[in-house]
């Protein structure tokens, strides 16, 4: 059995005002009110849907930090990584992707560093939020927004990258009661929200190691995340390119409950305020890589962040900078290191990605 870490407090954000609150909180209670719980999942993507869609959470003034805004370190390697990728498969006429970029950090420090090195694609994101769209266009101005994987180009290579971006996809909870297994579903009374167990489940569903997990052991999975990577492994295999996912996470099926809020760069109630505030769940890599396999991809890795960056020439890249980086270095390579993983599925045709042995 394997323990799944303890949530990582890095990804945090406020809310700006607790009126919005009584909005998706009424909504959502009127809905449960009157077709009974609903799963943990459905809540989830109606709480993320809202709070992204309402405003930027990134930074010291917001809910949390990701890697990019911590150093523009993290985004210039992941340009080179990829400048590095495409020149060794012959330089073919590919198109950038970022899935969730956030305020566009990322790509606009990638693709400033990687365009030294003849590498200077079209930029398409994957973003629902108008808000986060406008920061996107300040930064990256000639991207080509979507609104789904989907509608991605289907006539060239892809190279994606999804940094933290798979934690905030909904998750279906299995909880061990004395019975079997059951769905968490989420209640409401008087508008607070608590999570219950749902009927009991099928024991086929359980992973055969698992199914005798103590009472009360939690089992999450992401349909979703198994669907979107399942959409970019088929591209990848038609079209050809690689898939870069960075996120915390562990190597899973495991039991272990990882579902966590935060607020103003604090921990916070998951069933409290939904849609004014972030809600995250690690990512199971071990399930992504399998969903690759079964595409007909290539799949390098899991491995640890720290572990990617300084093949990548963190160290290096620290040094030139300064002293004045070397908190950062730390954060990213240290704090983050083992954490978070790293992942990347790639076509058949294509060369290992640098970074992994």
């Known amino acids: ?80 990584w990829a400048a590095d990728l495409w020149d060794r498969a012959d330089r073919p006429d590919v198109r950038w992707v970022e899935l969730g ?9 990638a693709l400033r560093a990687a365009t030294k090195a003849g590498f200077a694609p079209p930029v398409h994101f994957v973003e629902t939020s108008p808000v986060l769209r406008a920061t996107q266009s300040e930064r990256v101005p000639h991207a080509i927004w979507h609104d789904d994987v989907e509608e991605l180009p289907a006539d060239r290579p ?8 798979f934690d905030a996809l909904p998750i279906r909870q299995l909880v061990r009661g004395r019975g079997g297994w059951h769905e968490r579903l989420v209640a409401c009374q008087d508008t ?11 024991d086929a569903i359980i992973p055969p190691h698992l199914a005798d997990a103590p009472l009360g052991s939690t089992i999450e999975t992401s ?7 399942r ?17 915390y996470g562990y190597e899973g099926p495991a039991v272990g409950e990882t579902l966590q809020a935060v607020r103003s760069h604090a921990f916070a109630n998951p069933f409290e305020a939904p849609g004014e505030r972030d809600l ?12 690759g396999t079964a595409s007909g991809a ?38 983050m290191g083992a954490l978070f993983k790293v992942l990347a599925i790639r076509h058949p045709d294509w060369p290992t990605p640098a970074g992994f042995a």
């Open 1 to 80: 059995m394997i323990d799944i870490p303890s949530p990582n407090p890095s990804r945090k954000r406020e809310g700006n005002a607790d009126a919005q609150d009584a909005g998706l909180a009424d909504r959502l209670a009127r809905a449960i009110t009157l077709g009974g719980p609903i799963p943990v999942s459905q809540y989830m993507a109606a709480a993320n849907a809202h709070y992204y869609a309402t405003r930027d959470p990134l930074g010291v003034g917001g809910d949390f930090v990701t890697a990019p805004e911590i150093s523009q370190m993290f985004g210039e390697l992941i340009g080179l």
């Open 101 to 109: 970029p956030g305020r566009g950090t990322l790509t606009a420090d």
């Open 158 to 165: 892809l190279i994606v990258i999804a940094n933290e971006f």
């Open 192 to 202: 607070l929200f608590l999570p219950i167990p749902g009927k009991q489940l099928p």
């Open 223 to 229: 349909p979703a995340s198994v669907g979107i990577m």
């Open 231 to 247: 959409v970019l492994a088929a591209r990848i295999v038609a079209q050809g390119g690689a898939c870069l996912a960075i996120d």
């Open 280 to 291: 995250t769940a690690h990512v199971d890599f071990a399930t992504l890589g399998l969903v």
């Open 298 to 335: 290539s799949v390098s890795g899991p491995i640890g962040q720290g572990s990617f960056l300084t093949a990548l020439g963190i160290d290096a890249r620290a040094a030139a900078l300064g002293p004045r980086v070397a908190p950062d270095r730390d954060r990213l390579v240290e704090a």
